[in-house]
């Protein structure tokens, strides 16, 4: 009797413990293995100052995306004051390391925690508020934090901003964007981590139940005020960790950068990456600070035009109308962002030479 040999045409799943594989076949863990190493051992000896502080600042923002991603993106959560948690986060390293003298390795989840605690108390209103009601509430402890920031003269020193001392890790003395560049990145690839973890656990099941039907989550017996607080603490204790290390990196910092549009790039990050994809906030963050260094060098460039110096125009709104185009037309085009496409790029690569 003749034999059938069956092939699988797929990857499916026998248990729970492959659903919860973060890589579905080798070839994904070979490829991210490959890009680390490229990142770590070539880009930081090739690049030029000035290209590893633009990857600097991607690493800074991917960090701080990430977690409003978690926020917004898995909970449904919509916050408006992730800039001023961000605020909040660079402010407590810098008091935590002049006026108590703790060192680096110290002051930076110090101030991540510090913000997460400010975070919930802004949080709290989540309880009772959502949608509409509650993006009002965030937007108050915007305007709250960036108050406190600037006139809270005797702890944050005002409008003259903190000196933070060079940054020390035991022997290791962390001076210049090379040495700021494995730092940031070891610090993404350790929150990346965490929160893809934290989506695999219960409790990013019970944030994406509340994202979908808080009703029916609170009626599968999901505290849903419990898990929309924690949502809060750890978005917030993103910012703040990145917000802490960003201070470092500048090394003088004042409350100038922590206003509402800072909030509005993070948001603006989230969309355009992929909300609920955190591989998505990493390409949204990006996205727009590439965006916001070609908007930079452009309006520089036009300045000098000739028929805009002789007709007056003002190019300062140029930014904000790139970034009101850039969303509306991720929105209409492609509402999933980046990750979609990058998606579909994998997808394609896949299945080719096939058309299926």
């Given at each position: 009797?003749?034999?059938?040999?069956?092939?699988?045409?797929?990857?499916?799943?026998?248990n729970?413990?492959?659903?919860?594989?973060?890589f579905?076949?080798?070839?994904g863990?070979v490829?991210?293995?490959?890009?680390?190493?490229?990142?770590?051992?070539?880009?930081?000896?090739v690049?030029s100052p000035?290209?590893?502080?633009?990857?600097?600042?991607?690493?800074i923002?991917a960090?701080a995306?990430?977690?409003?991603?978690?926020?917004?993106?898995?909970?449904?959560?919509?916050?408006?004051?992730?800039?001023?948690?961000?605020?909040v986060?660079?402010?407590?390293?810098?008091?935590?390391a002049?006026r108590?003298?703790?060192?680096f390795?110290l002051?930076?989840?110090s101030?991540?925690?510090?913000?997460?605690?400010?975070?919930m108390?802004?949080?709290?209103?989540?309880?009772?508020?959502?949608?509409?009601?509650?993006?009002?509430?965030t937007?108050?402890?915007?305007?709250?934090i960036?108050y406190?920031?600037?006139?809270?003269?005797?702890?944050?020193?005002g409008t003259m901003?903190?000196?933070?001392?060079?940054?020390?890790?035991f022997?290791?003395?962390?001076t210049?964007?090379?040495?700021?560049?494995?730092?940031?990145?070891?610090?993404?690839v350790?929150?990346t981590w965490?929160?893809v973890?934290?989506?695999?656990s219960?409790?990013?099941r019970?944030?994406?139940?509340?994202?979908?039907?808080?009703?029916?989550?609170?009626?599968?017996?999901i505290p849903?005020?419990?898990?929309?607080?924690?949502?809060?603490?750890?978005?917030s204790?993103?910012a703040?960790?990145?917000?802490?290390?960003?201070?470092?990196?500048?090394?003088?910092?004042?409350?100038?950068?922590f206003?509402?549009?800072?909030?509005?790039e993070?948001?603006a990050?989230?969309?355009?990456?992929?909300?609920?994809?955190?591989p998505?906030?990493?390409?949204?963050a990006?996205?727009?600070?590439?965006?916001n260094e070609?908007?930079r060098?452009l309006?520089?460039?036009?300045?000098n035009v000739?028929?805009?110096?002789?007709?007056?125009?003002n190019?300062a709104p140029?930014?904000e109308f790139?970034?009101g185009?850039?969303?509306?037309?991720?929105?209409l085009?492609?509402?999933k962002?980046l990750?979609e496409?990058?998606?579909?790029?994998?997808?394609?690569f896949?299945l080719?030479?096939?058309?299926?």
């Amino acid at each position: 009797m003749k034999k059938f040999s069956f092939h699988p045409c797929g990857n499916y799943h026998e248990n729970y413990s492959q659903e919860l594989n973060i890589f579905e076949t080798d070839f994904g863990r070979v490829c991210l293995i490959l890009f680390l190493a490229v990142l770590f051992l070539v880009a930081p000896f090739v690049l030029s100052p000035y290209m590893l502080y633009i990857l600097n600042m991607i690493g800074i923002s991917a960090i701080a995306a990430i977690g409003l991603n978690i926020l917004i993106g898995f909970t449904g959560q919509i916050s408006l004051g992730h800039g001023a948690f961000f605020g909040v986060g660079a402010y407590a390293a810098a008091i935590l390391a002049t006026r108590l003298g703790l060192p680096f390795y110290l002051s930076i989840p110090s101030a991540g925690i510090i913000t997460a605690l400010v975070g919930m108390i802004f949080g709290a209103p989540s309880g009772r508020l959502k949608g509409l009601y509650l993006t009002i509430a965030t937007l108050a402890g915007q305007f709250i934090i960036e108050y406190v920031l600037i006139h809270w003269d005797s702890m944050t020193k005002g409008t003259m901003g903190i000196t933070l001392p060079t940054t020390t890790i035991f022997s290791w003395e962390v001076t210049g964007d090379r040495a700021f560049f494995f730092l940031i990145f070891i610090s993404l690839v350790l929150t990346t981590w965490f929160a893809v973890n934290i989506m695999r656990s219960k409790y990013g099941r019970a944030f994406i139940a509340i994202r979908d039907n808080d009703r029916a989550a609170e009626g599968m017996g999901i505290p849903i005020f419990k898990y929309k607080l924690l949502s809060f603490g750890i978005s917030s204790f993103y910012a703040g960790f990145a917000g802490a290390i960003w201070a470092y990196y500048m090394v003088s910092i004042t409350s100038e950068p922590f206003n509402l549009g800072l909030s509005v790039e993070y948001i603006a990050m989230v969309i355009i990456g992929g909300m609920g994809n955190i591989p998505g906030a990493i390409f949204g963050a990006t996205f727009i600070t590439l965006l916001n260094e070609l908007l930079r060098y452009l309006t520089g460039v036009l300045m000098n035009v000739g028929f805009v110096t002789s007709t007056g125009l003002n190019m300062a709104p140029l930014r904000e109308f790139v970034f009101g185009l850039a969303i509306v037309l991720f929105i209409l085009l492609e509402p999933k962002g980046l990750a979609e496409l990058w998606r579909i790029v994998r997808s394609s690569f896949r299945l080719w030479p096939f058309s299926y």
